[in-house]
Each structure stands twice: as C-alpha cells, then as structure tokens.
C-alpha cells in the first residue's frame, strides 16, 4: 500500500508567488493533518480535516494559508502570496480513524526567496 | 501551557545500551493517545508506537516500550539494546478528546548512538 504521498518534494519560489502543495493520502484513512516544521517553532498543525471537513484550522497562521479537501484522496495547501517567513517543511499526514497512529508523507521542503 | 514538554534536547548513548526519552503531558480530557516518533536526518516522521489512555499494560513494539505511568502524566520511550541506525529526533505526541483534536508534538530530543 503506497503511502501518503505529497508534491513537489522541493520547491523554491520568489516573495509574492503563489504555492500550491498537493497531498494524496493513504486509501481508507479518515483524518487528514498539515503541519510545518520550522527550526524556532518545530512542528506546528497547520490544519485538521476529518471526513473531509476541516475540524481545527487554529494552525492556519493567517488569510495567505487556505487548505482544502476537495473528497478523501486529496488535499491542497496554498499560500498565496508566499513570504521568506513561509519557509519551512510542510508535511501531509493521515490517519485510518480518529484514534490510531497518523502516517507522514515526506513532505515539502518551501524556499522563498 | 505546552501540551507535550520533552525536557532532554539532546542525548547520547553507547551502542546496545538502553535510553530512556522522557516525555510529560498536559490534558484534562480521559480518553486520549500518545505516541512516539522517529526523525531521521532524512526528515520522515516515522511512527514507533502508541499507548491508548485506557490501555492497562504498557506498550511494546520490538526494541522500543513505552513506560506509561498516568498519575504522572508521563510516557516516556525506552529504546533497548540501541543501535547506531537509532541516531536521529525523537518526538512525542498526544491526540486528546478521542480524535476531536489533531496530534500536538513535543519539541523533540536528539538522541546519538555512540559507537
């Protein structure tokens, strides 16, 4: 069973562009997370959609980040406009239900620039 | 006030000695879960193991158990015999309210395997 799956692996962008980070996650699996891990602040949930529907967007630092989950096999982050402040690993994880182990995927290495 | 604190930044270890990771936690809710995770210098999130808040026993999975003490709020991992291959950031987590709440990590010890 393929894992969760998330694209692009990297990406650089310039201050003011728009980014889109796509995750797949694992078939069946119920709950879906995003989180960022920075350095200064580790790892921090950005958002938490259960069943589609996102329960907590507390993360969501401010009105660039939006998230979606258009149906249980996907799932976008965007930022839009992107800031050298945005830089950091964005991982995908999902989970089967609400009280089992979540899966990473190998998340997105942001460079803005 | 932090949810998972992990008071150990960094540890190191003998090669096919036992470490122990401490990891204390901060809910009012009954039924929650902890868990553990393994960071390599790749940067995957691993996961290791996960003990259930009314779980009785505590949990193992090969090589790592989990030392479950509740009046203490504590979950710590215990790694045995270690190996070189063990080196990476650990982190622990909670998932709390039965699933309404989405995991809140820890802010990771750096363990190394010492040959």
């Known amino acids: 069973d393929a894992g969760v799956i998330q694209s692009p692996r990297h990406e650089v962008t310039e201050m003011g562009q728009e980014v889109t980070l796509r995750c797949k996650p694992i078939?069946?699996?119920?709950?879906l997370f995003w989180y960022r891990q920075t350095m200064m602040r580790g790892l921090e949930l950005l958002i938490y959609?259960?069943?589609?529907?996102?329960?907590?967007d507390s993360g969501m630092p401010e009105d660039r980040f939006s998230a979606k989950m258009p149906n249980a096999s996907f799932s976008t982050l965007k930022i839009q406009p992107s800031e050298p402040r945005d830089s950091a690993v964005y991982f995908c994880?999902?989970?089967?239900?609400?009280?089992?182990?979540?899966?990473f995927g190998q998340g997105t290495r942001l460079t803005v620039v | 006030a932090q949810k998972i604190t992990q008071t150990q930044p960094g540890m190191f270890v003998q090669e096919k000695e036992a470490v122990t990771l401490d990891c204390t936690y901060d809910t009012s809710d009954p039924s929650y879960g902890l868990f553990w995770y393994k960071q390599p210098s790749s940067g995957e999130m691993i996961f290791l193991i996960y003990?259930?808040?009314?779980?009785?026993q505590n949990a193992t999975e090969g090589r790592y158990s989990l030392n479950f003490q509740k009046a203490r709020k504590s979950a710590n991992l215990v790694i045995s015999a270690s190996q070189l291959g063990d080196s990476a950031m650990y982190f622990c987590a909670m998932r709390e309210g039965a699933g309404r709440r989405a995991l809140t990590f820890g802010s990771g010890t750096r363990l190394q395997v010492q040959p």
């Open positions: 959609f259960n069943n589609n529907v996102p329960i907590d």
């Open positions: 994880a999902s989970s089967r239900t609400a009280n089992t182990e979540a899966f």
């Open positions: 003990q259930g808040s009314y779980d009785q």
């Open positions: 078939s069946g699996h119920n709950s």
